[in-house]
């Protein structure tokens, strides 16, 4: 037998042996293992073993240490074992899968032990996450700095997964950016969760991908269908399985050998050579051709991968059985089915595993485990050891506080702030990348994209400017860009943000990616942005304009629960500063906090996670509001960070707090100063982050409940300099639940005012006046809290 023989049956053993595996996995959590409730563990058995070949392809041959890899979310049980025989999963973790600790239900780059390029579970995003970071990583070369070879940015989806939008706005946007190096593998089994799909889908998928320029590939036979068509009668039987329905294909293939050849013979007739090409074989055998897919054909898939000679992107239609190789492939049913316990004792028998042996890596395999072992060891996948790369952190200078001898507003203290570190070059400006989904000139960031210019991976010309035509946008697009402009889709701004935020991980070059976008229009990206943060990627999202302080542009711009995101958002730090100093220390804290992988150890200060890291969300807003001449101490500045300060300190006989956050500052400043007319003694506590407050909170909370009673979070030594009988008024242009929580601290009676419906078109006095948030609603919220007793003072008008 010839070494490249040998080779090959060695791959068609393991490819048998993953599926054992993948089976087996989901078998034990469901029926072996003991359970604590009633829950069904779930996993996919069909959907893995429809994907039993590519994996064997792509893990035991094609991989590349640079490529990354998007698995298809049920695909996960093998992907694990494919993790397992190449000793990067544990045995220990398989026995565990879905359970505390153990193998994870889709794969996670955060939850799982063995080497998960993107987390799944989504479905849609990873193939989106495959563009983006193709993307990324051509911006990394052009600007020199990879160290090591491109990788192909692969996604393997299912069919149906494709009927995600998500995927089409990342097709259009790989299209315009001169998407290379992406590879998509659909496994075309034509069943979804709940159903067949329909027909012709692949002629549907043909014409969209070519559209966009993707060289399409469809593997549809496999060769021992090839060498039937080549027989006498084989054009007959080929027109008749491309004439096919899918409900049909899937029934036949579950019903087997002798129902396919009823219906073939039903359907074809009496026409001698193909008549006798199917009564040649037996129900076995014609079983066997007719569900010999391109898909599960391992010489076809080496071959047609191995003719791909360019780096443009890349769509291969896999035709495959959902569950081949199982007892119910092809059955309608089987997504979230599974085998039972007889039907997987045949399985056993037919793998040749003994009992007590399941989970032994080359137990029923033909051959020496030495060869198997050989083989696997040299697999280029694993070649270079460890794929997930680090960088070294930038250095982060102190940033220039902005001059501010006007009304500023905080957008446009941020467009200042990156506008002067685009001055000149520096270590962190220079790795600085931003982003916006067609609103970087209203969201702050056209001074820094009039200095750095839009990237591009080869020049574009500026015909305005060329022509001497006046504009106040100098986008120069090249290579040197350091700018991406999206079309209008935050689906994909976030997708992108989260990409370029793994750029250390993936490909060994540290990115700061800065996106913006307007605060409402988070909630259309929010799938994306929960995904990003998922996979601890680390980014800055600057969303302006915010609230219903962006006035004339009415309810449909005017967000509402983007601070519960802030608040409920893992992995993200949320801020809403109201003054640009405080938006300077902020932004200066978040360069750094981004680049930080420690432990998860709290400050004994504030009892906040830090050193972990993160991503950070500043709401931003477009209103102006007199800047505070002030310098910030380091004090001051931590508290800031922390996520708030008196701006007025509470005297000792304080019975009332006005507690605000974001640009309602003026407002709440006013009425204080109103209400000190008659409570002296009144407190102002600027709230910058009511996300970090309440975290920290929690954690101390937490901490005491550990046997740490001392524990006590910044919130807490702030609102204990207050008497537990006072009462805090609270304040946002947002939902009002975002600060009401204050109550629960110290015990303080809390009477919150926000926005809790839509808003319209009108001035901000209009709208704050009707939603209830000016300075005058304050003032009357505050003689509620105080029992009911009026004010002694004038309405503000």
């Given at each position: 037998?010839?070494?490249?023989h040998?080779?090959?049956?060695?791959?068609?053993?393991?490819?048998?042996?993953?599926?054992?595996?993948?089976?087996?996995?989901?078998?034990?959590?469901?029926?072996?293992?003991?359970?604590?409730?009633?829950?069904?563990?779930?996993?996919?058995?069909?959907?893995?073993?429809?994907?039993?070949?590519?994996?064997?392809?792509?893990?035991?041959?094609?991989?590349?240490?640079?490529?990354?890899?998007?698995?298809?979310?049920?695909a996960?049980?093998?992907?694990?074992?494919?993790?397992?025989?190449?000793?990067?999963?544990?045995?220990?973790n398989?026995?565990?899968?879905?359970?505390?600790?153990?193998?994870?239900?889709?794969?996670?780059?955060?939850?799982?032990?063995?080497?998960?390029?993107?987390?799944?579970?989504?479905?849609?995003?990873?193939?989106?996450m495959?563009?983006?970071?193709?993307?990324?990583?051509?911006y990394?070369?052009?600007?020199?700095?990879?160290?090591?070879?491109?990788?192909?940015?692969?996604?393997i989806?299912?069919?149906?997964?494709?009927?995600?939008?998500n995927?089409?706005?990342?097709?259009?946007?790989?299209?315009?950016?001169?998407?290379?190096?992406?590879w998509?593998?659909?496994?075309?089994?034509?069943?979804?969760?709940?159903?067949?799909t329909?027909?012709?889908?692949?002629?549907?998928?043909?014409?969209?991908?070519?559209?966009?320029?993707?060289?399409?590939?469809?593997?549809?036979?496999?060769?021992?269908?090839?060498?039937?068509?080549?027989?006498?009668?084989?054009?007959?039987?080929?027109?008749?399985?491309?004439?096919?329905?899918?409900?049909?294909?899937?029934?036949?293939?579950?019903?087997?050998?002798?129902?396919?050849?009823?219906?073939?013979?039903?359907?074809?007739?009496?026409?001698?050579?193909?008549?006798?090409?199917?009564?040649?074989?037996?129900?076995?055998?014609?079983?066997?051709?007719?569900?010999?897919?391109?898909?599960?054909?391992?010489?076809?898939?080496?071959?047609?991968?191995?003719?791909?000679?360019?780096?443009?992107?890349?769509?291969?239609?896999?035709?495959?059985?959902?569950?081949?190789?199982?007892?119910?492939?092809?059955?309608?049913?089987?997504?979230?089915?599974?085998?039972?316990?007889?039907?997987?004792?045949?399985?056993?028998?037919?793998?040749?595993?003994?009992?007590?042996?399941?989970?032994?890596?080359?137990?029923?395999?033909?051959?020496?485990?030495?060869?198997?072992?050989a083989?696997?060891?040299?697999?280029?996948?694993?070649?270079?050891?460890?794929?997930?790369?680090?960088a070294?952190?930038?250095?982060?200078?102190?940033?220039?506080?902005?001059?501010?001898?006007?009304?500023?507003s905080?957008?446009?203290?941020?467009?200042?702030?990156?506008?002067?570190?685009?001055?000149?070059?520096?270590?962190?400006?220079?790795?600085?990348?931003?982003?916006?989904?067609?609103?970087?000139?209203?969201?702050?960031?056209?001074?820094?994209?009039?200095?750095?210019?839009?990237?591009?991976?080869?020049?574009?010309?500026?015909?305005?400017?060329?022509?001497?035509?006046?504009?106040?946008?100098?986008?120069?697009?090249?290579?040197?860009?350091?700018?991406?402009?999206?079309?209008?889709?935050?689906?994909?701004?976030?997708?992108?943000?989260?990409?370029?935020?793994?750029?250390?991980?993936?490909?060994?070059?540290?990115?700061?990616?800065?996106?913006?976008?307007?605060?409402?229009?988070?909630?259309?990206?929010?799938?994306?942005?929960?995904?990003?943060?998922?996979?601890?990627a680390?980014?800055?999202?600057a969303?302006?304009?915010?609230?219903?302080?962006?006035?004339?542009?009415?309810?449909?711009?005017?967000?509402?629960?983007?601070?519960?995101?802030?608040?409920?958002?893992?992995?993200?730090?949320?801020?809403?500063?109201?003054f640009?100093?405080?938006?300077?220390?902020?932004?200066?804290?978040?360069?750094?906090?981004?680049?930080r992988?420690?432990?998860?150890?709290?400050?004994?200060?504030?009892?906040?996670?830090?050193?972990?890291?993160?991503?950070?969300?500043?709401?931003?807003?477009?209103?102006?509001?007199?800047?505070?001449?002030?310098?910030?101490?380091?004090?001051?500045?931590?508290?800031?960070?922390?996520?708030?300060?008196?701006?007025?300190?509470?005297?000792?006989?304080?019975?009332?707090?006005?507690?605000?956050?974001?640009?309602?500052?003026?407002?709440?400043?006013a009425?204080?100063?109103?209400?000190?007319?008659?409570?002296?003694?009144?407190?102002?506590?600027?709230i910058?982050?009511?996300?970090?407050?309440?975290?920290?909170?929690?954690?101390?909370?937490?901490?005491?409940?550990?046997?740490?009673?001392?524990?006590?979070?910044?919130?807490?030594?702030?609102?204990?300099?207050?008497?537990?009988?006072?009462?805090?008024?609270?304040?946002?242009?947002?939902?009002?639940?975002?600060?009401?929580?204050?109550?629960?601290?110290?015990?303080?009676?809390?009477?919150?005012?926000?926005?809790?419906?839509?808003?319209?078109?009108?001035?901000?006095?209009?709208?704050?006046?009707?939603?209830?948030?000016?300075?005058?609603?304050?003032?009357?919220?505050?003689e509620?809290?105080?029992?009911?007793?009026?004010?002694?003072?004038?309405?503000?008008?």
């Amino acid at each position: 037998m010839s070494d490249h023989h040998a080779q090959s049956t060695i791959l068609e053993n393991l490819e048998k042996k993953a599926l054992w595996l993948s089976t087996w996995t989901i078998h034990h959590a469901n029926s072996i293992r003991p359970k604590s409730d009633s829950l069904k563990v779930g996993g996919h058995q069909a959907s893995s073993a429809s994907l039993s070949t590519l994996m064997a392809v792509l893990y035991g041959a094609v991989l590349q240490p640079e490529d990354r890899v998007a698995v298809k979310p049920h695909a996960s049980p093998i992907f694990h074992a494919w993790q397992y025989l190449l000793g990067r999963q544990t045995r220990e973790n398989l026995e565990n899968f879905r359970g505390f600790g153990g193998a994870q239900s889709y794969p996670s780059r955060t939850k799982d032990a063995d080497d998960v390029d993107f987390s799944t579970g989504s479905v849609g995003l990873g193939g989106a996450m495959a563009v983006f970071s193709a993307m990324v990583q051509d911006y990394v070369a052009a600007k020199g700095w990879g160290k090591r070879a491109s990788g192909r940015m692969i996604s393997i989806l299912g069919d149906a997964e494709l009927d995600e939008g998500n995927l089409y706005e990342a097709l259009l946007e790989g299209k315009k950016h001169d998407l290379r190096n992406c590879w998509w593998f659909i496994d075309y089994n034509r069943q979804s969760l709940d159903a067949v799909t329909k027909d012709a889908q692949n002629a549907f998928f043909r014409d969209v991908f070519s559209s966009m320029g993707w060289e399409v590939v469809e593997l549809k036979y496999g060769s021992l269908l090839e060498a039937a068509f080549a027989e006498p009668g084989g054009k007959q039987l080929r027109d008749w399985i491309d004439g096919c329905s899918n409900q049909i294909y899937a029934a036949l293939t579950f019903s087997g050998g002798a129902a396919w050849r009823e219906q073939l013979l039903n359907d074809l007739g009496d026409q001698g050579d193909v008549s006798h090409l199917i009564e040649s074989r037996t129900d076995d055998e014609l079983a066997r051709l007719m569900t010999n897919l391109g898909g599960h054909d391992q010489r076809s898939l080496m071959q047609t991968i191995a003719s791909i000679d360019h780096d443009r992107p890349v769509c291969f239609i896999l035709y495959t059985v959902k569950g081949y190789g199982l007892p119910f492939a092809g059955h309608k049913d089987n997504h979230s089915g599974q085998i039972n316990s007889a039907q997987l004792g045949i399985l056993r028998d037919a793998h040749q595993i003994r009992t007590g042996h399941e989970w032994d890596l080359f137990e029923g395999l033909p051959r020496p485990a030495s060869e198997y072992d050989a083989f696997l060891n040299q697999v280029p996948f694993i070649a270079q050891g460890c794929r997930r790369y680090t960088a070294a952190r930038i250095n982060v200078p102190e940033l220039t506080p902005v001059s501010a001898k006007a009304a500023l507003s905080t957008q446009e203290g941020f467009g200042k702030l990156l506008d002067d570190l685009a001055r000149g070059s520096s270590p962190l400006s220079d790795r600085i990348l931003t982003m916006a989904p067609d609103v970087a000139t209203s969201t702050g960031l056209a001074g820094w994209v009039n200095r750095k210019g839009v990237f591009a991976k080869t020049p574009i010309a500026d015909e305005f400017r060329d022509r001497g035509i006046a504009s106040m946008q100098k986008w120069a697009a090249s290579p040197e860009g350091a700018h991406i402009e999206l079309g209008i889709a935050e689906m994909n701004l976030f997708t992108l943000l989260g990409a370029a935020g793994l750029s250390h991980a993936l490909f060994g070059e540290r990115l700061i990616p800065i996106g913006t976008l307007y605060d409402p229009f988070i909630e259309r990206g929010k799938d994306a942005l929960n995904y990003a943060c998922y996979q601890d990627a680390r980014f800055i999202v600057a969303a302006t304009p915010s609230g219903i302080t962006l006035a004339p542009e009415g309810g449909a711009h005017q967000s509402i629960g983007t601070p519960l995101i802030g608040i409920s958002q893992d992995g993200l730090a949320s801020f809403e500063p109201a003054f640009v100093d405080e938006l300077s220390c902020i932004l200066e804290w978040s360069f750094d906090y981004l680049q930080r992988d420690g432990e998860e150890a709290p400050e004994p200060g504030d009892w906040l996670r830090d050193e972990t890291g993160g991503s950070v969300y500043l709401r931003l807003s477009t209103h102006k509001l007199e800047q505070p001449t002030r310098t910030l101490g380091d004090g001051l500045r931590r508290d800031i960070v922390n996520g708030g300060y008196w701006l007025r300190k509470p005297g000792p006989g304080c019975t009332l707090v006005i507690a605000y956050t974001g640009v309602v500052a003026a407002e709440a400043i006013a009425a204080a100063g109103r209400i000190g007319q008659d409570q002296r003694d009144i407190g102002v506590l600027a709230i910058t982050s009511a996300d970090r407050l309440n975290a920290g909170w929690h954690a101390a909370d937490r901490a005491r409940a550990l046997g740490h009673p001392n524990a006590q979070s910044h919130v807490e030594t702030l609102l204990s300099e207050v008497s537990r009988d006072a009462a805090i008024v609270t304040v946002t242009d947002g939902h009002p639940l975002a600060l009401s929580w204050l109550g629960s601290v110290l015990g303080q009676r809390v009477r919150p005012l926000g926005v809790e419906h839509f808003g319209q078109t009108g001035s901000i006095a209009d709208l704050y006046r009707a939603h209830r948030i000016d300075a005058d609603a304050i003032m009357r919220a505050a003689e509620l809290s105080l029992n009911g007793r009026p004010l002694r003072l004038a309405r503000i008008s």
